[in-house]
């Protein structure tokens, strides 16, 4: 996947939870953006604890998390 995939995600405003799914079956949950560093073609993810590194053409899914609410009239 391109890294601008991922900065689209990453940068979205407002924020909204996504989980990254690599090729190795791994998931990364990005609950806040905190959470994951996007620079030039690596990725530092963390789970809060520790930090781990995967490379944008690792990413073989984004699925955002949660349904956006919808406007009151």
């Keep these: 996947m391109r890294v601008e995939e991922l900065k689209k995600h990453w940068r979205r405003t407002p924020f909204r ?6 090729e190795n079956g ?3 949950y990005v609950a806040h953006p905190e959470n994951l560093l996007v ?3 690596i990725c530092f993810w ?3 604890a ?3 590194l995967f490379g944008p ?4 899914e984004i699925t955002s ?8 009239k």
């Design 26 to 28: 791994e998931l990364r």
């Design 46 to 48: 963390s789970d809060g």
């Design 50 to 52: 520790d930090w781990s």
């Design 57 to 60: 053409e690792e990413v073989t």
């Design 65 to 72: 998390i949660g349904a956006r609410k919808k406007a009151r």
């Design 39 to 41: 620079k030039d073609e």
């Design 17 to 22: 939870p996504f989980v990254v799914a690599l």
